[in-house]
C-alpha cells in the first residue's frame, strides 16, 4: 500500500527530519508552511492560528508570559469521537541542534468531538499547557499541534518516564504504543524568545 505524499511530509516536519532554511520574520519555509492541514484552529485571546504562520513581533510576549492555553477548533470533529491533542516543540532548545526534542508543552487526551466542535478543550490533561517560550538565543522554534483520532477502548497514558520530564519526549513511540496513526488535523506556528 502506497503512503500518501502529504503524510510523508508529515512525517519529516513531526519526526525532525526536516532542517531546511530558517524562517524570517515574515515568512515560512514551502515545508513549514506545509506541514498545516485538516482545519484545526488555535485561538489565543488576540491571535488565530488557523493556518501556519510566524508569529508577529507584537505578540511574541503575550504568548511567552501571558497568555494560557488557547482554545482549540477542529470543525471536522466527530461529535461521539475522542481525541488525543498533541503540542510539541521539535527545536529544543534550538532548531541546530535540537537535543531535547521533542519537548511536550501539552498533551490532552479524551477530549470530546462536540466540545472542539465549539472551540473547547474537554479531556484530560496528562500534560498542562506550557507556553512557548524559547531561549533568548535559539533563534525561532516552531510549535506543532497534532489532533489524533483515540481508540474508544484504548486508554491514553504516559509512563512513569515519561511522566518526569517533558523534554526528549519520543512521540513516534507514543503514537505507535496507542496506534493513533496519522494525525487528523494539524497546524503550527513559529516563534522566538520576545527579547531577541
Same mark, same amino acid.
Given at each position: ?20 532554511? @530558517? !524562517?524570517?520574520?515574515? !515568512? ?17 485571546? @488576540? $491571535? ?28 471536522? !470533529? ?11 516543540? *521539535? ?8 537535543? !531535547?526534542?521533542?519537548? %511536550? ?16 478543550? %474537554? ?10 517560550? *524559547? *531561549? ?25 518516564? @515519561? ?13 505507535? %504504543?496507542?496506534? $493513533?496513526? @496519522? ?14
Amino acid at each position: 500500500m502506497a503512503v500518501p505524499l502529504p503524510f510523508l511530509v508529515l512525517c519529516a516536519c513531526v519526526l525532525g527530519l526536516y532542517r531546511g532554511v @530558517e !524562517a524570517t520574520p515574515d !515568512a515560512l519555509s514551502s515545508l513549514d508552511a506545509s506541514f498545516c492541514q485538516g482545519g484545526l484552529e488555535v485561538v489565543y485571546p @488576540e $491571535l488565530d492560528v488557523d493556518e501556519c504562520l510566524v508569529i508577529p513581533k507584537d505578540l511574541r510576549e503575550k504568548m511567552s508570559t501571558v497568555w494560557n492555553a488557547p482554545n482549540v477548533y477542529f470543525p471536522g !470533529a466527530q461529535i461521539n469521537q475522542m481525541y488525543v491533542l498533541v503540542m510539541v516543540d *521539535p527545536d529544543a532548545p534550538s532548531h541546530a541542534q535540537p537535543k !531535547a526534542a521533542y519537548w %511536550r508543552h501539552w498533551l490532552v487526551v479524551d477530549v470530546q468531538g462536540d466540545a472542539l466542535k465549539k472551540g473547547q478543550i %474537554r479531556g484530560t490533561a496528562l500534560t498542562n499547557y506550557q507556553r512557548p517560550t *524559547p *531561549p533568548r538565543t535559539s533563534g525561532f522554534h516552531r510549535y506543532q499541534f497534532m489532533l489524533f483520532e483515540q481508540h474508544p477502548d484504548a486508554p491514553v497514558s504516559l509512563t512513569k518516564q @515519561e511522566k518526569s520530564s517533558s523534554a526528549k519526549w519520543d512521540l513516534w513511540a507514543f503514537i505507535t %504504543r496507542f496506534d $493513533l496513526g @496519522e494525525p487528523v488535523a494539524t497546524v503550527q506556528f513559529l516563534t522566538q524568545n520576545y527579547k531577541a
